[in-house]
């Protein structure tokens, strides 16, 4: 024991306090920081901040007007993400163990940082009262209030301590469905001030104490349930490839499932569901299946060649006649896999992942349709389209959508042999990176509609989609150009020697390596994306911080909360800290993993 | 017959055919493109009755501004002129401040000290995690909740702030601070001049010829003679440029069309003839390929087409900027006032020191019981400016100090050890070895923060300040002309894109060959 | 078959598959409003829709208000409901699109919305140049100014007394230019701070970095009536700078979409002159009143039907939405505005709030 | 009949003349070494014969396709013509077998049973098919230029350039790639080799030739070349060399 505490010395005086320079250093950034934190904390808790008008507009922050009867198909969506999530954990599950012990040391530690915080936490505050426009001192943390905390604390810090005595051990990756555990199981027993009406639609005071957003209990803890089954099911199936190339394109695609059924209302004609649409899909998924195992049977193989010049004719024939949209759309994708089937389908292996493949895109082919071709919109009561947070993840994750094939193709064309196409795709990502994102966005808002012909009209959204595939398209292109100039010259060439022409050239050697060499890129992309849509406030999207900063701050009616915006920023300034730490801390670690597994 | 049509079909499969027919298939329809949504939006341009125009220009908008350059702009250009200063004041302080700051930060990540080591990491995650505009809008209200100017606080101070903002002491500017600044260009070429011939000295007879010593003296003493009234003599350039301005107001718009026809046609004619002559050397006569043929052709086409638009009335507005025609555009950027402008401010008969040290000065407004900050005196920063600019340089410096954290690592491990073997000091070793060679790897991101940085000014606009995109906008809500502002909007940012990286590709090119 | 041109239709599937949602939505969008506009007047697309486009604010205290859940109220709001009472029999049948001011007309013309009710005010230009037509104003509003007693400022100030002070307004409205031009012809100059939203500006001037906030009468009223416990915040000059008249706003040659509108504001001021409420709407006695009869369709509604819509239609506004005073005093009483003695009371009682007879 | 005929080959690149003149003529299963100080134009040359690099003026007719512009006459010589080159150029994201396996399901539209087959027959006569599902980053230098061989021989080529196969391996492993260029060679396929190994030019090569500055300066039989050689040029080169 005491040499640990003469160690514990040494260290601190080799960290802290190694030269007057140091030590001097030390003690004037603590001074800050302390400082810094005394004031955020007093701005923070000072009387005049309403933080109800925070948490009673959390609806309006998450979806904006989106209907309530339709929330179910928000809840889906959300559901799927954490399914796919779980499976994913499950999947690509750390061999790495932790122990209890482990577990209650980083909680103690936690514990004792805000032990420490609410010690040098700040019990005045300045605030401009309301009733005689003086600055005053105001009381924001009293003793009373402080010691029982502390204690609670203290008594938290010794129940970790005596936890961490009995010996066991789990998987680390079994940590995020704990602490996805804890805000669930508070969602439940926290209780907090909530705005409660009256009958003449007046504020009840004091504000009684209800439980956490009574309606999204069970949903999240249904969410909660489907994730750590979601999590043993990936366990599972933690050896199978197939699997997890299936969890992978699912992944991909589930954006797409998501935009269409949350924007859409399918006309669900059941009649007309058990007549054509159930029975095309089965007859496609036999006929892709069959020519999956049949087609390199030596009998077959020969009419090979007939049998895609078929499917060319049939398939763009079918492009201009009247047949239902999922014929067309099958039909596409069945020429697509017909296009590579002999060449991947030659093992058994081969033909298990193309069947699982060909399941997977033809089921959500199908399902795309039967939301993304339907006429009927969600009636929102107010807005053509839901809001607040969504709407930010919708911009961040369809902006990346949008813009990565852009991306890749001003790529290639500005790597390209040829100089006008070089010239013209220069030129455009060029110009496009010099202007900011901002004056797009302009562009998008007022100047778009100029451009676009009679009649045809897309939504504000749309076009400050448009509008920012061309934006992070350029920038991505710049990133998948360094890609493709760390490929050497001597690929191109060995690929012209043995006979290969351009677009093999590009799709087969090209752009799977330049592609890997951008994979880290791209999540950070996202993150670019997500953290930039917040731009959209300016041209008047409704977007996270719009309703922060633009909406609240104006409601009077019928609990007012007009000027309440400085509360609302803080509040969403943490929400994208959340966010964009823990996504860029997750994409490190993976991005790490994979690093190691390739080498 | 079949002969003829095999030759066709060879024609069509030559490798040279198809690759110029695929670009000008590709071109053809590019422009196609372009057309169409041209004529779109001529045609909806003439259904709301808003014809495409640049008349804005000229005319007054009506509209102040909070600060700048015209706050009461006479025209639109003004305007527009007073939002590109703002902008590159912001731009320009912010990139010194953020390199400044980035730095120190950089380094404090590589620290010992594990507190300071910590702090600089946890800034670095809140910062980089959280929206620049959440930033801005967050400093701005960090900035509000200060208390307000009151009634008392009048007089001098060192410094100040309040809820109106930031005010400084500041060596403000006095007539002679323009011509100073020149002679202080000047005396800084002359030292460096200095040391290199007192290095080459040293080098030719091979004793210490105290290069360093020399110049910084040779600084110091022009520096005093020209603080004390000597800068007075860069007044011969403003002579110059006097009678430059007198001469250029005789001189009539067309004839700067002709002078930029001519210039760019002998640019272009140079070029190819630089091209034909570089395949002619004696014997070795070379062959051009298509590549060089439609290099030489382009030349000559955005040659004609420069020439073109030049009689075209784009040509005839740019003379008349040019010319500084005042009724057109109410501008003082024309050659003749932006040489007359020269010629006022280097003025040899202008006496006094060329900068004062002011403190802090808050005045009354008028005999009203309103207090504001003296923009005369001292440094004032309104709450849109300061906001912005800690926005930008807090969220650049970041970056910035994760480029100087992974160039010093990058080169510390194997070259420090080279170093040490050598016997050089850690001091020496950092500063000649690790130094020069990380400043070579974080010089290239580094011009990317710095695009970035000048492109996030445009965020001003949530907090009100007025720099280019917020004049711009201001500008079309008054007078609906959106496309030509936007028009406008690109070729600023593309101008100022285009300068900084032309700058930090001269350096980058300068540090490549010195390391040569 | 050639393997060239399956590489060419795989890349060709790529590219499809790729922006196979954008296109998609584009394509039904395209081609849903070609279909809208073949020579369609606005009644028959809005009928043919199932639901009005309403052009908003994207927040105006008072006038343009997002509640919780997403709802809207306020009095611009109102009028959106009113409209679509009239053409629907539902008052509910809106879909708003909240605006900026710099993309309102841009929006109004390109069709994205059918009728702009955004607080925005009746100017020449914007009359004859942007190919917009106005409707009958439903609040009279007038710019003013705003600053404290405290700094020496009473309700007798002139535009003269804020010489060289620092003034905060919202952008891309005609305020920027009002007060320009007032404080120039008074022989001084301002510092303008423009920023995006009026609640910004606000938000300045109550920290102090304006000495004076300046923008329509009614939100002035609102804010203060809000936000000042003390009591210090003072309103002028008494009459306003400007005349802004607010209303709403459609496009031009739609002669029939411009009477929908027209008489759905007229029908809320003269079911006010007969004191007509929602809840007396039903009792009203409509033999007597034959103006009121007219208009509620109690002999067959020719005139509405004549226009394209329901006999009933005007009752419906007044069953589901309430009179124009109704719709005034629920969403700006609120905030300390009133109609007594103030431009917007009844004609007969001094106010400019006045509608030609129903006959 | 020869299999390549080059008359007056010439090339440029800017103002510099890489090739002066170049005319050979080379028979069917004849093994050509060309030797030559670096820069003297033997590697642009062989680049020539597959299209890598475009010659100027003179022509080259390989197996009685003309070599033009003509995209059909390109694409058939690749086809007929296999390059080894000097640093490999594998594809790393591929294994050992795919990356042999590519060019014949995709050029020669085989089906992928069929060459995965004969990529593994081509494997076990270079030597080494038990890497077949390795990654090339995880194969030595000589393994990986024996896979760049079969690579090349998967496509069923007639002439098989290489452009010096063994200059950036180590001793030990050129040995292993010469053997499998001599069993090659011994089979009758038409071989050019640009190499400095002279060993390998003595025991299999039919004819040797010095490039220098551009032009061929001596054209001979192997045991003419190294022990009577005709220009003074060549007695120099021979003299650094050996």
């Known amino acids: 024991m005491n040499i640990d505490i003469k160690k514990q010395t040494r260290v601190i005086k080799e960290n802290l306090f190694s030269s007057p320079v140091s030590t001097l250093l030390t003690f004037i950034t603590s001074y800050i920081m302390i400082s810094f934190f005394r004031g955020m904390f007093g701005f923070a808790t000072a009387p005049d901040k309403d933080w109800l008008s925070v948490l009673n507009n959390m609806q309006l922050y998450m979806v904006q007007a989106y209907p309530e009867s339709d929330f179910i198909r928000i809840w889906i969506c959300v559901g799927l993400g954490f399914i796919f999530s779980g499976l994913s954990v499950g999947l690509w599950e750390t061999e790495e163990k932790t122990s209890l012990s482990k577990l209650c040391l980083t909680f103690s530690k936690i514990v004792s940082g805000i032990i420490f915080l609410t010690i040098i936490a700040p019990t005045n505050s300045v605030v401009v009262s309301t009733a005689t426009g003086i600055r005053e001192q105001v009381e924001v943390f009293s003793y009373a209030e402080r010691i029982p905390l502390l204690s609670i604390l203290i008594g938290l810090l010794v129940v970790f301590f005596l936890i961490s005595k009995i010996n066991l051990s789990f998987n680390k990756s079994l940590l995020v469905s704990i602490y996805l555990f804890v805000p669930i199981i508070l969602l439940w027993i926290m209780k907090i001030p909530t705005i409660q009406l009256d009958s003449e639609n007046q504020r009840v005071f004091p504000d009684p104490l209800m439980p956490i957003a009574n309606s999204t209990k069970i949903p999240w803890t249904l969410i909660w349930i489907s994730f750590v089954v979601a999590y043993l099911v990936g366990v599972y199936f933690k050896n199978k490839k197939q699997f997890k190339n299936a969890v992978s394109i699912s992944w991909v695609l589930l954006p797409l499932l998501i935009f269409s059924w949350i924007f859409k209302k399918p006309l669900i004609d059941l009649n007309e569901l058990i007549r054509n649409d159930i029975p095309v899909f089965i007859g496609f998924l036999l006929i892709g299946v069959l020519t999956i195992y049949l087609i390199n049977n030596k009998i077959v193989e020969k009419f090979y060649s007939y049998y895609l010049g078929f499917l060319v004719v049939v398939t763009i024939a079918s492009l201009f006649l009247k047949v239902i949209l999922l014929v067309k759309a099958a039909l596409l994708l069945l020429l697509l896999f017909s296009a590579i089937i002999p060449a991947v389908s030659t093992s058994a292996k081969g033909k298990r992942s193309l069947t699982i493949v060909w399941i997977v895109s033809l089921t959500t082919t199908a399902f795309l349709l039967e939301g993304g071709t339907s006429t009927t919109q969600i009636v929102v009561p107010g807005s053509s389209i839901f809001g607040g947070f969504s709407l930010t993840w919708l911009l961040a994750i369809f902006g990346t959508y949008v813009s990565f094939p852009l991306g890749v193709l001003l790529a290639l064309g500005r790597n390209s042999s040829l100089p006008i196409i070089r010239g013209v795709c220069t030129g455009i990502i060029e110009l496009v990176r010099s202007v900011p994102y901002i004056t797009w966005l302009f562009f998008a808002s007022v100047t778009m509609a100029v451009f676009l012909p009679d009649g045809v009209e897309f939504n504000l959204i749309v076009r400050v989609l448009i509008v920012t595939a061309f934006f992070s398209g350029a920038y991505f292109a710049e990133n998948i150009r360094g890609g493709l100039q760390s490929i050497p010259k001597g690929q191109f060439e060995a690929a012209d020697a043995i006979g290969m022409n351009t677009v093999q050239k590009t799709s087969l050697i090209v752009l799977p390596q330049a592609l890997r060499a951008i994979v880290p890129t791209l999540v950070s992309s996202i993150i670019t994306s997500f953290k930039d849509s917040s731009l959209v406030t300016i041209i008047g999207l409704f977007d996270f911080l719009t309703i922060g900063r633009m909406v609240i701050g104006n409601q009077s009616i019928p609990i007012n909360f007009i000027g309440h915006d400085r509360e609302n920023l803080l509040f969403i300034a943490f929400v994208y800290w959340i966010f964009t730490f823990t996504l860029s801390r997750r994409s490190m670690k993976f991005e790490k993993r994979l690093g190691l597994g390739e080498r | 017959m079949v002969k003829l049509l095999s030759k066709i079909g060879a024609f069509f499969r030559n490798v040279v055919v198809l690759k110029w027919a695929v670009q000008f298939i590709f071109l053809g329809g590019l422009i196609a493109l372009i057309f169409n949504y041209l004529n779109i939006a001529v045609g909806n341009l003439a259904n709301t009755n808003i014809a495409f125009s640049w008349g804005f220009l000229g005319e007054t908008p009506g509209v102040s501004i909070a600060e700048g350059l015209y706050t009461l702009p006479k025209s639109g250009l003004q305007m527009l002129q007073t939002g590109m200063l703002n902008m590159l004041r912001i731009t320009v302080t912010g990139i010194i401040a953020a390199t400044f700051f980035g730095t120190i930060l950089g380094i404090a990540r590589l620290s010992n000290n594990y507190i300071v080591e910590k702090t600089a990491t946890s800034l670095l995650e809140v910062v980089r995690n959280v929206p620049l505009l959440v930033q801005i809008l967050f400093f701005q209200a960090l900035i509000l909740s200060l208390p307000r100017l009151e009634v008392y606080d009048v007089g001098s101070v060192l410094f100040h702030a309040s809820s109106k903002g930031v005010a400084l002491s500041w060596p403000n500017r006095q007539d002679g601070a323009w011509m100073f600044m020149l002679y202080f260009l000047i005396t800084l070429y002359i030292s460096n001049r200095v040391y290199k011939q007192r290095v080459k000295l040293l080098e030719e007879q091979g004793r210490e010829t105290k290069p360093f010593l020399w110049s910084l003296s040779a600084l110091v003493i022009l520096f005093a003679v020209g603080w004390y009234g000597g800068y007075r003599i860069v007044g011969i350039i403003g002579f110059v440029s006097g009678f430059i301005s007198q001469g250029l107001e005789v001189l009539p718009g067309i004839f700067y069309q002709i002078l930029l026809s001519v210039v760019a046609g002998y640019i272009s004619i140079t070029s190819v003839r630089k091209q034909i002559s570089s395949k002619r050397s004696g014997e070795l006569q070379g062959k051009y390929s298509d590549d060089d043929y439609f290099k030489m052709i382009i030349t000559i086409v955005i040659a004609i087409v420069f020439i073109a638009l030049m009689f075209a009335p784009v040509g005839q507005g740019i003379a008349k900027f040019l010319v500084g025609d005042e009724p057109t555009f109410k501008s003082d950027w024309g050659l003749p006032q932006f040489f007359g402008g020269i010629s006022n401010a280097l003025d040899w008969s202008i006496t006094g020191a060329p900068y004062e040290l002011n403190m802090a000065e808050i005045e009354q407004v008028g005999t009203t019981k309103f207090k504001k900050y003296s923009t005369e005196v001292g440094k004032s920063l309104t709450v849109g400016y300061f906001a912005t600019w800690l926005g930008v340089v807090i969220y650049t410096a970041i970056f910035i100090s994760e480029i100087v954290r992974a160039g010093i690592m990058a080169v510390s491990k194997g070259q420090s050890e080279a170093g040490l073997s050598l016997g050089l000091r850690r001091s020496s070793l950092l500063r000649l070895i690790v130094l020069p060679q990380a400043v070579r790897i974080m010089l290239p991101p580094m011009g990317n923060q710095y695009l970035n940085l000048a492109k996030n000014t445009s965020l001003g606009i949530a907090v009100g300040f007025p720099e280019v995109v917020a004049v711009g906008q201001t500008l079309y809500n008054q007078e609906g002309q959106t496309l030509p502002v936007f028009l406008i909007w690109m070729i600023f940012f593309s101008t100022v894109s285009l300068t900084l990286s032309t700058i930090v590709n001269y350096y980058n090119r300068k540090l490549k060959i010195v390391e040569r | 078959m050639n393997k060239k041109a399956i590489v060419f239709l795989?890349?060709?599937?790529?590219?499809?598959?790729?922006?196979?949602?954008?296109?998609?939505?584009?394509?039904?969008?395209?081609?849903?409003?070609?279909?809208?506009?073949?020579?369609?007047?606005?009644?028959?697309?809005?009928?043919?829709?199932?639901?009005?486009?309403?052009?908003?604010?994207?927040?105006?205290?008072?006038?343009?208000?997002?509640?919780?859940?997403?709802?809207?109220?306020?009095?611009?709001?109102?009028?959106?409901?009113?409209?679509?009472?009239?053409?629907?029999?539902?008052?509910?049948?809106?879909?708003?699109?909240?605006?900026?001011?710099?993309?309102?007309?841009?929006?109004?013309?390109?069709?994205?919305?059918?009728?702009?009710?955004?607080?925005?005010?009746?100017?020449?230009?914007?009359?004859?140049?942007?190919?917009?037509?106005?409707?009958?104003?439903?609040?009279?509003?007038?710019?003013?100014?705003?600053?404290?007693?405290?700094?020496?400022?009473?309700?007798?100030?002139?535009?003269?007394?804020?010489?060289?002070?620092?003034?905060?307004?919202?952008?891309?409205?005609?305020?920027?230019?009002?007060?320009?031009?007032?404080?120039?012809?008074?022989?001084?100059?301002?510092?303008?701070?423009?920023?995006?939203?009026?609640?910004?500006?606000?938000?300045?001037?109550?920290?102090?970095?304006?000495?004076?906030?300046?923008?329509?009468?009614?939100?002035?009223?609102?804010?203060?009536?809000?936000?000042?416990?003390?009591?210090?915040?003072?309103?002028?000059?008494?009459?306003?700078?400007?005349?802004?008249?607010?209303?709403?706003?459609?496009?031009?040659?739609?002669?029939?979409?411009?009477?929908?509108?027209?008489?759905?504001?007229?029908?809320?001021?003269?079911?006010?002159?007969?004191?007509?409420?929602?809840?007396?709407?039903?009792?009203?006695?409509?033999?007597?009143?034959?103006?009121?009869?007219?208009?509620?369709?109690?002999?067959?509604?020719?005139?509405?039907?004549?226009?394209?819509?329901?006999?009933?239609?005007?009752?419906?506004?007044?069953?589901?939405?309430?009179?124009?005073?109704?719709?005034?005093?629920r969403n700006l009483n609120p905030l300390g505005l009133y109609r007594e003695g103030g431009d917007n009371d009844r004609w007969a009682d001094g106010g400019l709030i006045y509608a030609p007879p129903a006959r | 009949m020869s299999i390549i005929e080059a008359k007056d080959v010439k090339k440029w690149f800017g103002d510099f003349q890489a090739l002066k003149g170049i005319s050979m003529e080379i028979q069917e299963g004849e093994v050509l070494v060309v030797c030559g100080p670096s820069g003297s134009g033997k590697s642009t040359f062989i680049r020539c014969i597959n299209r890598l690099e475009q010659h100027q003026e003179g022509s080259i007719i390989v197996d009685g396709i003309e070599l033009t512009n003509d995209i059909k006459n390109i694409e058939a010589i690749r086809s007929e013509v296999g390059m080894v080159f000097q640093s490999f150029n594998l594809f790393p994201h591929l294994t050992v077998l795919q990356n042999i396996t590519l060019a014949p399901t995709w050029v020669r539209k085989k089906s992928k049973s069929d060459s995965e087959q004969k990529a593994m027959e081509l494997l076990e006569r270079v030597g080494i098919p038990e890497q077949a599902n390795k990654f090339p980053g995880q194969l030595s230098g000589g393994q990986q230029q024996r896979v760049a061989i079969a690579r090349a021989l998967a496509m069923e080529p007639k002439i098989m350039l290489f452009d010096e196969p063994t200059s950036a391996l180590d001793p030990e492993m050129i040995k292993e790639v010469l053997d499998v260029m001599k069993e090659l060679a011994k089979s009758g396929m038409t071989m050019i080799v640009v190499t400095h190994e002279m060993g390998f030019a003595k025991e299999v090569a039919d004819r040797v030739m010095l490039f220098d500055d551009g032009l061929m300066v001596e054209e001979n039989t192997p045991n003419e070349f190294f022990d009577n050689p005709k220009n003074d040029r060549t007695k120099l080169f021979l003299s650094q060399i050996l």
């Open chain 3, 10 to 329: 795989l890349v060709f599937a790529m590219v499809i598959v790729a922006c196979g949602d954008t296109t998609e939505e584009v394509a039904v969008e395209a081609t849903e409003e070609e279909h809208d506009h073949e020579d369609e007047s606005t009644l028959e697309q809005v009928q043919e829709r199932g639901f009005l486009k309403c052009g908003v604010s994207t927040g105006a205290t008072g006038f343009t208000e997002v509640g919780d859940d997403g709802s809207y109220s306020g009095f611009d709001v109102d009028y959106c409901y009113a409209v679509a009472a009239a053409i629907f029999g539902d008052y509910s049948k809106v879909e708003f699109k909240q605006l900026t001011s710099a993309e309102r007309f841009t929006a109004l013309s390109a069709g994205e919305i059918d009728v702009l009710i955004r607080n925005t005010t009746w100017t020449q230009s914007r009359d004859t140049e942007l190919g917009n037509d106005f409707g009958p104003t439903t609040y009279y509003d007038g710019q003013q100014l705003m600053g404290r007693v405290a700094d020496g400022l009473s309700n007798s100030s002139t535009v003269a007394d804020i010489d060289g002070l620092r003034v905060c307004t919202n952008a891309g409205t005609t305020t920027e230019k009002n007060i320009t031009e007032r404080v120039g012809l008074a022989g001084g100059t301002i510092q303008l701070i423009t920023v995006e939203a009026f609640s910004e500006a606000i938000d300045k001037f109550i920290a102090g970095e304006c000495d004076i906030v300046t923008t329509d009468g009614s939100g002035l009223v609102g804010r203060r009536a809000v936000n000042d416990a003390l009591n210090d915040w003072v309103i002028f000059p008494t009459s306003p700078i400007s005349k802004e008249p607010l209303g709403p706003t459609y496009r031009s040659n739609d002669s029939q979409w411009a009477d929908i509108i027209n008489w759905t504001v007229y029908a809320t001021i003269i079911a006010d002159e007969y004191g007509v409420t929602k809840a007396n709407v039903d009792s009203a006695d409509l033999e007597a009143n034959p103006e009121l009869g007219r208009l509620f369709g109690a002999n067959d509604g020719e005139l509405q039907t004549k226009m394209g819509l329901d006999a009933k239609a005007y009752y419906n506004v007044i069953k589901q939405v309430g009179n124009y005073d109704e719709i005034f005093s």
